[in-house]
T-cell receptor, first 115, second 119 residues
Framework: GDSVTQMEGPVTLSEEAFLTINCTYT??????LFWYVQYPGEGLQLLLK?????DKGSNKGFEATYRKETTSFHLEKGSVQVSDSAVYFC??????????????FGRGTQLTVWP | DGGITQSPKYLFRKEGQNVTLSCEQN?????MYWYRQDPGQGLRLIYY???????QKGDIAEGYSVSREKKESFPLTVTSAQKNPTAFYLC??????????????????FGPGTRLTVL
């Protein structure tokens, strides 16, 4: 079945450091891939998405490229800020699968950025 | 602003009681979802509904019930049969038509969540 495996945290970085959070997936169909971010005590916010192979999603300095050959969708940011401290979730949605529209989530990666 | 509202933000329940969590949306989205979040476990799907008057069990439906009488509303009841209900509950919606899925409508949007604590 469909699933997402995400790099375990917590990840602790200094401000302006480079960030990578790894995400790989297993899917039977042609999934769309997502990164969501969750700030303390809040719901999830969509950070970026990609709907087909080789697409790059980007937002707020974060980027992720849909790599079908390696079934990966790693999240990167060149220079993190304290305000990026949050939990990041990788997810996939397979509109053509048997469970239309549902999201499969990774376990989340806690990122803490120190000034 | 609108979007998706969940109430209450915090809810306390005594053992043996049923409680209902509210989820309302004004996005005119067909599909709605309930997830449960526990520390270190990501999000797990409880129930989802593609259209009014229809819903399906997710991965952890035992001890929960839902209804979808209106497009805008998808309340979740946590029953006394749910053995460990303390968690953060998230409601989500997804746009587009369940009859004609479209890749551009595959994004889910989340409410602010309800934190349920069993005393």
């Amino acid at each position: 079945g469909d699933s997402v495996t995400q790099m375990e945290g917590p990840v602790t970085l200094s401000e302006e450091a480079f960030l990578t959070i790894n995400c790989t997936y297993t899917a039977t169909g042609y999934p769309s891939l997502f990164w969501y971010v969750q700030y303390p005590g809040e719901g999830l916010q969509l950070l970026l998405k990609a709907t087909k192979a080789d697409d790059k999603g980007s937002n707020k300095g974060f980027e992720a490229t849909y790599r079908k050959e390696t079934t990966s969708f790693h999240l990167e940011k060149g220079s993190v800020q304290v305000s990026d401290s949050a939990v990041y979730f990788c997810a996939l949605s397979d509109l053509r699968g048997s469970t239309l529209g549902r999201l499969y989530f990774g376990r989340g990666t806690q990122l803490t950025v120190w000034p | 602003d609108g979007g998706i509202t969940q109430s209450p933000k915090y809810l306390f329940r005594k053992e043996g009681q049923n409680v209902t969590l509210s989820c309302e949306q004004n996005l005119n989205h067909d599909a709605m979802y309930w997830y449960r979040q526990d520390p270190g476990q990501g999000l797990r799907l409880i129930y989802y509904s593609q259209i009014v008057n229809d819903f399906q069990k997710g991965d952890i439906a035992e001890g929960y019930s839902v209804s979808r009488e209106k497009k805008e509303s998808f309340p979740l009841t946590v029953t006394s049969a749910q053995k460990n209900p303390t968690a953060f509950y998230l409601c989500a919606t997804q746009g587009g038509s369940s009859v004609a899925p479209d890749a551009s409508t595959d994004t889910q949007y989340f409410g602010p969540g309800t934190r349920l604590t069993v005393l």
